[in-house]
C-alpha cells in the first residue's frame, strides 16, 4: 500500500471517500466503512452503485403518451398550457431525482448519473420534451458506471441530444456541423484535438437522423444521409455515426480527455498527468469501463493525498442534498429542492448552455455565496423553532420564501407544482437533534465540551473552521454556526 492510501480507513478517510462520492455521509454512516481497506471500500461501493435502482417510482407522466413539443402547437392558449405543463412535469422530475438523492443508500449512482447529465448537457428549454429528459435521464442512469463507448453511441441517437444539438436537422444536402463539433470538444477529445476538416466530415458521417415526435424515437433516413467516403482524422472511409465516433475514440485525446474530467470531479481541479496518463490507459485497456477508470482514480495517491482534501467546492445540489443528509434531515417534500438549488445556480434539466456547469470557483460568487449561506442558516433557524429539532406549522413561511424567490420564469409552475404535490399542505421537516448529537458527546441544549466539538468539527466539516466558536454556543446554534462557516462550502 502506498504511503499515502490508507491501509485502513479512519472516519476522517471515510467521511472524505464518501463526501466525495456522495453528498456527505451523517455520523451513523460513516460506521460501517471504518477500519476497511481502501480497496475493500471502493470496491464496495462501485458494486452497490451497479446494482443501483430508484427508490420510487418516477412522476405519472412519464408513463403517459408522448405529449406534442409546446412549441409544435399551432394554438397560442394550447401551447401556453402545454408549456406550464411541461414546465410542471420538469418541476416534478427535479423533484424526483432530488428525493432519490436524498434517500439513496447508493448516492455513487446518483453522482454519476448527474456527471453525465453535465457532460453531455442537454436543456429542457430547447428539447421542450418532459417526457424526452426523462428517458436521457434513463440512459444516464443505465450506463452511470458502465461503458463510456455505449454510452456515448446510445447520447448521439438520444432523441433529446439530437434536438438540442440540432443533429435532427443535419441533412446530406445541408449538414448541420453542431453536433459533430460538440461531440468532439465537450464529449469525446476536448479543444484542440481535431481540426476543422473533421468537423466537417463528422458532420457528413452524422447526417440523416431524425426524431419520431410521436414515438420519441431516432430513426436514420437513408435518403437524407451522406453515404460517400469521408476523411477523418486521417482515415478514408465511408463513415457512419457510429464509426464515426470509434474512430475518435481510438484517438489518444480521447481517454485522457474523459480521465482529466473524472479527476476534476472526485480528485481535484488540478490533474496530475502522470496519473491522468496511467488511469487513462486502464480505460483503454479495460473497454472503455467506467467503474474501471473511476476506481483506479479512487485509489491514486492524489485522491488520499492531504493536499486534495477541502480542495473542492460543492456544487449547489450537493450543499442542499449533503446538508440534508449530513444531518439526516427528512423532508415531506422534495419541492423545496428545486427552489433551492435552482436559486443557488443549479436547476436540473437546465444547464446553463452545452458546456453545462463550468463548476469549481464558478459555484461562487458574491452572490451566490450570500445565497448559500441564506440556506443554511434559515434552515438551522427553521429546525430551531422547535427543543427537539422539529419544524412545526411556525416554520412553513421559511420554506414559502425558499419557493418564492426562484427565479421569475419558475415561480408559476413551482406553485402549481407545490399545490398538486402537496395538496396546499404545508411542507415539513424533522430533525433528530439528540439523536444526532448525543453518539458526538453532545446536547442539544448543552455548549459541547473539547472532545465532542472535535467529533462535531470533524463530522461536519472538510477543514477546520475559519471562524472561532462564540463561548456557550450550543446545540443546534453550534451546528448553524458551523454550517455558516466558509470550510462548509468545501468538500
Known amino acids: ?29 460513516l460506521a460501517p466503512w471504518v477500519g476497511l481497506s481502501s480497496e475493500a471500500a471502493v470496491d464496495r461501493l462501485l458494486a452497490a452503485a451497479q446494482r443501483a435502482q430508484p427508490l420510487h417510482p418516477a412522476p405519472a407522466f412519464t408513463r403517459e403518451a408522448i405529449q406534442t413539443p ?20 420538469t418541476i416534478a422530475l427535479a423533484a424526483w431525482w432530488l428525493q432519490e438523492m436524498r434517500e439513496t443508500p447508493t448516492p455513487l449512482a446518483e453522482r454519476m448519473t448527474l456527471f453525465w447529465h453535465n457532460h453531455f448537457a442537454t436543456s429542457m428549454q430547447k428539447v421542450q420534451q418532459p417526457q424526452g429528459m426523462y428517458f436521457q435521464h434513463q440512459l444516464f442512469r443505465q450506463h452511470a458506471l458502465g461503458s463510456f463507448r455505449e454510452l ?37 477529445l476536448g479543444e484542440g484535438q481535431y ?6 466530415e463528422a458532420a457528413r458521417a452524422f447526417s440523416g437522423w431524425a426524431v419520431d415526435r410521436e414515438s420519441w424515437r431516432a430513426q436514420l433516413r437513408p435518403r437524407l444521409h451522406d453515404d460517400g467516403e469521408k476523411t477523418l482524422f486521417g482515415r478514408t472511409a465511408r463513415f457512419d455515426a457510429d464509426s464515426a465516433l470509434d474512430v475518435m475514440l481510438e484517438q489518444p485525446a480521447a481517454a485522457r480527455f474523459i480521465t482529466t474530467k473524472l479527476w476534476r470531479e472526485f480528485v481535484s481541479p488540478t490533474p496530475n498527468a502522470a496519473s491522468v496518463e496511467r488511469i487513462a490507459n486502464q480505460l483503454r485497456s479495460s473497454g472503455w469501463r467506467i467503474d474501471a477508470a473511476l476506481r483506479e482514480l479512487l485509489l491514486s495517491e492524489q485522491f488520499w493525498a492531504a493536499e486534495s482534501r477541502a480542495a473542492l467546492i460543492k456544487s449547489p445540489i450537493e450543499l442542499a442534498v449533503g446538508t440534508l443528509r449530513q444531518f439526516d434531515i427528512q423532508l415531506d417534500s422534495a419541492l423545496p429542492l428545486v427552489a433551492v438549488t435552482s436559486r443557488l445556480g443549479q436547476s436540473l434539466f437546465y444547464p446553463p448552455n452545452v458546456k453545462g456547469w463550468s463548476g469549481y470557483t464558478d459555484w461562487i460568487n458574491s452572490t451566490s455565496l450570500l445565497n448559500r449561506k441564506r440556506f443554511t442558516e434559515r434552515l438551522f433557524r427553521a429546525l430551531e423553532v422547535g427543543s427537539d429539532g422539529a419544524m412545526d406549522a411556525s416554520a412553513a413561511p421559511m420554506v414559502r ?81 458551523l454550517s455558516l462557516d466558509p470550510t462548509f462550502q468545501l468538500k
Open 401 to 481: 420564501e425558499m419557493i418564492q424567490e426562484a427565479r421569475a420564469r419558475e415561480r408559476r409552475a413551482l406553485r402549481q407544482a407545490r399545490m398538486e404535490a402537496a395538496g396546499g399542505q404545508s411542507f415539513g421537516m424533522r430533525f433528530d437533534a439528540e439523536g444526532w448529537l448525543k453518539p458526538l458527546g453532545a446536547w442539544p441544549d448543552r455548549e459541547p465540551d473539547a472532545a465532542a466539538q472535535a467529533q462535531i468539527v470533524a463530522a461536519v466539516l472538510a477543514a477546520p473552521p475559519v471562524n472561532p466558536m462564540p463561548a456557550g454556543t450550543v446545540g443546534l446554534s453550534y451546528l448553524r454556526a
Open 195 to 200: 481540426g476543422e476538416t473533421d468537423i466537417k
Open 1 to 29: 500500500m502506498k504511503p499515502s492510501i490508507p491501509s485502513q480507513l479512519s472516519a476522517a478517510d471515510a467521511w472524505h471517500l464518501l463526501t466525495r462520492t456522495g453528498f456527505m455521509p451523517s455520523p451513523s454512516e
Open 152 to 188: 456515448l453511441h446510445a447520447v448521439a441517437r438520444d432523441p433529446a441530444m439530437l434536438i438540442y444539438l440540432d443533429g435532427a436537422a443535419n441533412r446530406a444536402q445541408a449538414p448541420n456541423e453542431n453536433f459533430a463539433r460538440e461531440v468532439m470538444e465537450l464529449f469525446s
Open 70 to 89: 409546446y412549441g409544435r402547437l399551432a394554438n397560442d392558449d394550447a401551447r401556453k398550457d402545454a408549456r406550464q405543463q411541461a414546465r410542471t412535469d
